[in-house]
C-alpha cells in the first residue's frame, strides 16, 4: 500500500477556481490486537505497520524484548497488527494518558458505518477571498506561536469574524477548547468555520461533522482519509490556505469566487 | 498561570556556544476527572481548561448539552478537572481511538516520582556542526513530506549516520516505528541519537528516556515539560536546529563547538 495518493481538487487563485490534482497523504486505521484483544486503533501512514506495533507496544511497556513477540502480522484487509506474546501475563496499560498534541476521539470510522451517517446539511457558501482573510487574521492572533513556535491554534468564526480564538500545545486540544467555549457560551455551531493550524486527518473532520459545522479550513495539509471522510458528511475542507491561494477538497460547491 | 515561561539555553551558531535565554510553550497535565472517576489525563496548554474538559467531554460523546453538565471546578494545584454530569447514567467511552498526530503513552509524570527515574547514562558527546549536518540529512530524506506536506518523520542515527528512517501522519508514530525497526533488528539505541520533525513534549522525553536514547534533536520547538524531563532524565534535548543554528535545552554538556 501506497504512502501517497492522488485526489481531484479545486484550486483557488488569483484566476479564480480551476480542477486540478493534488497529491495527498495517505492516513489507515490499524488496530492492534495484542493477546487476542483490541488494545487500540491508531491512525497512521500505512507502511512499516510491523514497526508501528512492536514500537506502540515498547513505549506501552508491555513487551520490553523482541524475544517476548512470540508471533507478529500484518492483516492490512482487516486493518489489524495481531500480536501474541511469549506469556500473556505481561503487564496492562495501567490507564490513557494523552499526551501534547494528543490526538483521540470517541468516533471511528465506525461512525460511517451506522445506518444514518450525520450529514451536515448547511447552506451556507463563502466566498474564497474572505477564507484568505478569515486565515490572515486567523495567523495574526497566534502570539504564543509567535513566542515559542511550539503551540496550535483553533477558532470558530462565523461569516463576519473569529468568535474565540484558542491556542494549546495539542492541535486537537485547541479544538476541543473552541467547542467547550461554544457549547459553555450557548453559541451554536452549525453555519459556523472551524479553523486550524495543523494538518488535518480524519478524526477532525468527524468532530466537526458531530458539531454540525460545515467549513473546516487549515493553512497545512489534510490526509486522504480526512477528504474521504469531509466528502461523504458534507464537511467542506480547505486546505493550504496561503497568500491568497487555497485548496479545496471537498464539498466545492459551498465555495464561490466572486469578489 | 501563563502559557509561556523562559528557561536558560546554550544557542550555538558561527560563534559557538553562548548562553541565552528562550521564551518557551508551558505543558500541563491535566486529569479529567467524570463523575469521580479519573477518565484521562491531557497533557494541554494551561489556559482555558474549563473549555478543554467541556469540548473533551462533547468530542467523546460524554455530554451533549450544556445543562449535562452539574458542576465543572479546575483544580490547578491537584490538575484536575472536575466535571459531575446531571445523570451518572451517560454513555461511557467505548474504546480508545488515536488518531493521527495521536501521542499517547503508558508513561506519566507519575514516573518521575518513582523511587529511582530512569536517567540515561551515556557519555557519548556530539559536535554542534554534526548536529547540524545530520537535521540536513534528515530534512532531505523527507519524500512524502514535499509531495503532500502531510507527515512527520523520525529517524534513529549513530555518531556516523542515520541508520533507519521513518515517516507517519502521526508523529509519535514515526517515533514508534523507529523504536520497533530497532527493536526487531536488534539495534540497541543507548548512545544513538533520535530526530523528529515535530514539537517535543513530555512524552517524547519519557519515551526517549526509557529507551536510553541520550539525544532528541528537532528541527521545531520543546515544551517547558519536555524541557525539565530532559534535565532529570539526562537526555540531552537540542531544537531549532536551523540554518547552521540550534538551541540546547539540557544536559548541554554532551555538545561541544569544535569544529
Given at each position: 500500500m501506497g504512502k501517497i495518493t492522488k485526489l481531484p481538487i479545486v484550486h483557488y487563485g488569483a484566476a479564480g477556481g480551476e480542477e486540478m490534482e493534488d497529491t495527498v497523504t495517505k492516513e489507515f486505521q490499524l488496530t492492534i490486537v495484542f493477546n487476542g484483544k483490541e488494545l487500540v486503533t491508531v491512525a497512521c501512514s500505512p507502511a512499516e505497520m510491523d514497526y508501528l506495533a512492536t514500537g506502540f507496544l515498547l513505549s506501552e511497556g508491555l513487551?520490553?524484548?523482541?524475544?517476548?513477540?512470540?508471533s507478529l502480522a500484518i492483516d492490512e484487509s482487516k486493518g489489524q497488527a495481531v500480536v501474541e506474546t511469549v506469556t500473556a501475563s505481561l503487564k496492562q496499560p495501567r490507564n490513557l494518558f494523552l499526551a501534547a498534541g494528543g490526538a483521540r476521539s470517541g468516533s471511528t470510522l465506525n461512525d460511517l458505518a451506522d445506518e444514518s451517517p450525520k450529514v451536515v446539511r448547511s447552506q451556507r457558501m463563502l466566498k474564497a477571498v474572505w477564507v484568505s482573510e478569515m486565515m490572515e487574521d486567523f495567523k495574526q492572533r497566534s502570539e504564543v506561536f509567535k513566542d515559542t513556535g511550539g503551540v496550535h491554534s483553533a477558532a470558530i468564526a462565523d461569516e463576519e469574524k473569529i468568535l474565540f480564538f484558542s491556542e494549546d500545545v495539542g492541535r486537537h486540544n485547541a479544538i476541543d477548547k473552541v467547542f467547550g467555549w461554544c457549547l459553555l457560551n450557548g453559541v451554536s455551531t452549525c453555519d459556523k468555520v472551524l479553523l486550524t493550524s495543523g494538518r488535518i486527518s480524519s478524526e477532525m473532520l468527524l468532530k466537526a461533522a458531530k458539531r454540525d459545522v460545515p467549513f473546516i479550513i487549515t493553512k497545512a495539509a489534510p490526509t486522504d482519509l480526512g477528504v474521504e471522510i469531509g466528502a461523504k458528511l458534507g464537511v467542506t475542507l480547505i486546505g493550504f490556505v496561503r497568500d491568497g491561494k487555497m485548496n479545496v477538497y471537498s464539498q466545492n460547491w459551498r465555495i464561490t469566487s466572486e469578489a
Open positions: 513487551i520490553t524484548f523482541k524475544e517476548d513477540i512470540r
